[in-house]
Each structure stands twice: as structure tokens, then as C-alpha cells.
């Protein structure tokens, strides 16, 4: 390996210029596989949804999955491409241990669509990503190297295979080299993929986690000096965090212009971010294309999209969440500022159903960008996998602005729906969080402050008000908070005046 002085970002910048490219795999969420009728269902056992097809036994006849293509017509069109109107599938020859039937069933020179493109907002300016190609292939199964310490083939035992995700759909998204960007390309690049994301989930057809590996990102970086033709290509592979695609690109540049300002050459090869060092590390050498003897798959029959029918998908591509964000934050009356956080903390979505279900953007930003994210946060997890639904946070604010609860036991009854025990309602109920303002049920309450606080109690006797702060306190603590404290206030008010 070569070690070269790695230069400042800014010191990269100010010498070259960098390119980048984006090759995005999303795992379709059909009911079944590509080519069989196989179920998909994510954390099955190993190897019990398989069949002849997707084993590749000899014999087996795979039929093209019409659902997977419907979604990745849509995507196309989601993503501003031409829909072919003939297209084929073919085989992608080479080895793989996780790939029984030694060849991919891909598209090649005839994909389903072309010449799009995603318009992404970084700080505010609009910039167009153009796209080459969205493909529908199917994915590879997974192997597990065992009896190493790094999960890593490297000093593993064994390997075990399972074929469980072999023929899931997979839509490659591929988009045409990206200049321009100048520093900000590691921004773009990930703008470009939450972009990306949100239109996918916006459309139904994944669930896009990128933690699950349904969608992954293999990112190209090549840097020239300004005005010289592109240099060479590195392609960081599986990138799978949103924020690791921004790390990659930036490190990757960093990297490769140490390697030019010492006079070296980059090296066409696969690549490897670690989310640990935030570096790259060589993977294998692409210096001479493979050849993987791409010929048409003879055993399905060509693509011929119907006009028509593309015509009427077209109607069922939802509004791009780009222009959906700015129309909220138009309607919520919201800041840049106020609507990046939300973006930023995934909660686009969340809040949107919070006020559905009747809250106001306040309650449903203060609760999600408050107490649950920080409960998210303390358990790492995302705000939408938290065990509460929007539903749910709408109606613990419906106790609150009923002076049911306060604050206080608003969050006791939050800790009891995250807990599983229910509906904020039944929380409330089940663990007798009301607030009690009835003045009979308080009184011996008062009376009992009252006796004794004697001093506090004189005070007031005297009109010196302010004290009655005092007794409010202890009936609020004997009460474990429970009781209405304006009620409270009232009462003790009227026995002492
Ligand atoms: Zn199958």
C-alpha cells in the first residue's frame, strides 16, 4: 500500500477538482422474488425461502415478477427518465459462492429506463444530478464467514451460505458522472442519496433502510486538475449510512489527491469504507474491465411496456419530497432552520401524522424533536422505531390541553406507551396519572398542608399571598403531583383568607 502525505481538504480542493458518481441498489419490497414465486420476508431462517429457480437447479424456468417491474417503471418515472418500450433481461456471467446459478439475471443494453434525473437542495441551491439508468436485476444471497473474530473471511473457520435473498428484486439506480460540485460534492453526494431515498419511500415500493442493507450505495470519487480531462475512478462499495456516503466521498478525496501531489498514479479498484477510521481501504483491482459475457437471458421473454399503462403510472407518482418539504414548511409556518431539524431528525413524517391526528405543529415538534428524540437517542435507535404512533403523541397532547395531565405526568404516560402498555388514554387510566382537580378529593390535602406549615399559614392569614407558593408545593408532593394546582391554589386560598 501506498503511503502518501495526506493533504487538508481545503488544500485538496484548492488544487483539483473532484467527480463523482452514484450506483444505488434498492431490494424492492414485492411480496415474492424476481423470477420465482419465493416469499421475501426480511430475518427469515437461513435457507427456507428457496425453490428450484431461485437455487438455479437445472430445468427451472424463472417468469418475470410483474409487481418489480411496475415499481421500477415508477421509479423511472419518479426520476424523470424515458421508459423504454422494449426491453430485455440477460445474463451477467462470473462466480459467486452466494449466486447459485453462476450468472445474474440483469439488464445490459436494453434497461427499462433512461436520461433522467433528481433535483437535490443543498443550502438552499437547486442541483440536478442527471440519471444514466434505472435497471431491475436480482440480488445475491449472503454469505456468513464463522469462527473469525471480524465476521471477515479472513481468518474464519467456514463459511455458510444462505440462499434466502438470492432473486430478490434488486432496481439499480445509476447516475451520470457529477462535476461541478467543487467542495461540495461529499454534501451533494449524500443529498443526493436522501434525496433518493425519500423518493423510493414516498413511491411504497421499499422500505429503503440502508441499516438492512435494502438499499446500498457503491460511490465513484475521481479527482483532475481544473481544466484537464477526469482522472481515474475509485468505487467505494456498499456504502451503507447515508452520513458514511458523505464520509467516503471526502475521504476519498483526501486520499487520492495525497496520492497525485506525490506524483502517483490512482488505481482503478473497488474500495472499502470503514465506519470505524472513516477511511478506504483497496479492495480489488478493476484495471482491466471484466468481461462478464453479458448475452440475452433466453428463458424470459422481452419487456414491452404499454404506453398506456405507463401513461397511467404516471398519475400514481406522489409529489417529489423536495417540493413536498417546502410546501410544509410554508403551511407549518416554519424557518429553514426549524424545517431542517425536522428533516435532519427523520421526523417529516412523523409530525405530518401528529397533526393528522389533530395536534398542533408545536405539540408534534416539541414531543418528536424533544422528549422522544432523546429517548431515541439514548437507545440509538430512530424516532420511527420508537413503540409509539403519532396517533399516540396526538392524544397524550389531547390530555394535556384537557388539563387531564400536566407535563410532568405527560411524560410518566409517554414512558408507558413506549413501554407497550397501551394507548396514552389507557396509560393514564391504568396507572391513575389524572390529574385530580376536584376540590372534595383535595381538601384533605390542603387541610393537612395547612396543619402542617402553621408558619407558612399565618402568612397568608396576614395577606402575605406569595407564601401560599409554599403550601401549593407540599399538597403538589403529598399528591405525587397529581393534584390541579390552580385548584389547589384556590382551596387554600379560601380556607385562609
Ligand atoms: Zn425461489
Redesign the pocket.
Same mark, same amino acid.
Given at each position: 500500500m501506498t503511503v502518501a502525505h495526506a493533504p487538508s481538504y481545503e488544500s485538496a480542493m484548492s488544487s483539483y477538482e473532484p467527480v463523482i458518481g452514484l450506483e444505488t441498489h434498492v431490494e424492492l419490497g414485492t411480496r415474492t422474488?424476481m423470477f =420465482? +414465486? =419465493?416469499p421475501t420476508e426480511f430475518g427469515a431462517e437461513p435457507n427456507t425461502q428457496? =425453490?428450484p429457480? =431461485?437455487l438455479g437447479l437445472p430445468g427451472a424456468l424463472p417468469v418475470a415478477n410483474a409487481a418489480a417491474i411496475e415499481a421500477t417503471i415508477r421509479i423511472g418515472l419518479a426520476l424523470n427518465c424515458e421508459i423504454a418500450s422494449w426491453s430485455r433481461f440477460a445474463r451477467k456471467n462470473y462466480f459467486y459462492p452466494d449466486m447459485p446459478k453462476n450468472f445474474q439475471t440483469s439488464q445490459y443494453d436494453e434497461p427499462l429506463c433512461v436520461n433522467g434525473y433528481l433535483d437535490v437542495v443543498l443550502d438552499g441551491e437547486t442541483v440536478r444530478v442527471e440519471i444514466e439508468r434505472v435497471h431491475l436485476e436480482e440480488d445475491t444471497g449472503k454469505s456468513l464467514h464463522v469462527g473469525g473474530s471480524t465476521g471477515r473471511i479472513h481468518g474464519a473457520t467456514h463459511s455458510l451460505v444462505d440462499y434466502n435473498r438470492a +432473486?430478490i428484486p434488486l432496481v439499480e439506480i445509476v447516475t451520470k458522472p457529477v462535476a461541478g460540485a467543487g467542495a461540495n460534492a461529499p454534501q451533494v453526494a449524500k443529498a443526493y442519496v436522501t434525496e433518493l431515498r425519500d423518493v423510493i419511500r414516498a413511491l411504497g415500493v421499499s422500505d429503503v433502510r440502508m441499516e438492512q442493507g435494502s438499499m446500498r450505495c457503491d460511490v465513484n470519487t475521481s479527482l483532475n486538475r481544473p481544466g484537464a480531462q477526469w482522472g481515474t475512478r475509485t468505487e467505494t462499495k456498499n456504502v451503507n449510512s447515508l452520513r458514511s456516503v458523505e464520509r467516503a466521498v471526502h475521504s476519498e478525496i483526501i486520499r487520492q489527491a495525497g496520492l497525485l501531489d506525490a506524483g502517483e498514479r490512482i488505481i482503478q479498484e473497488t474500495r472499502h469504507f470503514h465506519e470505524d477510521t472513516g477511511q478506504t481501504t483497496s479492495g480489488r483491482s478493476k484495471e482491466e474491465a471484466t468481461d462478464y459475457r453479458y448475452f440475452p437471458e433466453p428463458d424470459l421473454v422481452p419487456l414491452a411496456p404499454d404506453a398506456a399503462w405507463v401513461e397511467s403510472l404516471k398519475a400514481t407518482i406522489p409529489e417529489p419530497p423536495s417540493v413536498r418539504i417546502r410546501r410544509l414548511q410554508e403551511a407549518w409556518g416554519l424557518t429553514d432552520h426549524e424545517m431542517s431539524s425536522i428533516v435532519n431528525a427523520g421526523a417529516v413524517e412523523l409530525i405530518t401524522a401528529t397533526v393528522e391526528s389533530g395536534a398542533t405543529v408545536e405539540a408534534a415538534r416539541k414531543w418528536w424533536l424533544g422528549e422522544l428524540a432523546r429517548r431515541a437517542n439514548a437507545q440509538d435507535v430512530e424516532l420511527e422505531q420508537l413503540s409509539i404512533t403519532p396517533a399516540h403523541v396526538a392524544e397524550l397532547q389531547a390530555l394535556v390541553d384537557a388539563g387531564r395531565i400536566n407535563d410532568k405526568l405527560a411524560r410518566q404516560a409517554l414512558e408507558g406507551v413506549l413501554a407497550g402498555e397501551g394507548s396514552p388514554e389507557q396509560v393514564v387510566a391504568a396507572r391513575g396519572l389524572e390529574v385530580v382537580s376536584d376540590s372534595g378529593a383535595l381538601g384533605a390535602a390542603v387541610d393537612a398542608a395547612i396543619a402542617d406549615n402553621p408558619d407558612i399559614a399565618a402568612k397568608i392569614r396576614d395577606g402575605k399571598l406569595a407564601a401560599a407558593g409554599a403550601l401549593v408545593g407540599a399538597v403538589m408532593k403529598s399528591t405525587k403531583g397529581q393534584a390541579d394546582a390552580k385548584t389547589v391554589r384556590e382551596l387554600i386560598l379560601s380556607k385562609l383568607s
Open positions: 422474488k =420465482c +414465486g =419465493c428457496i =425453490c429457480v =431461485c +432473486g
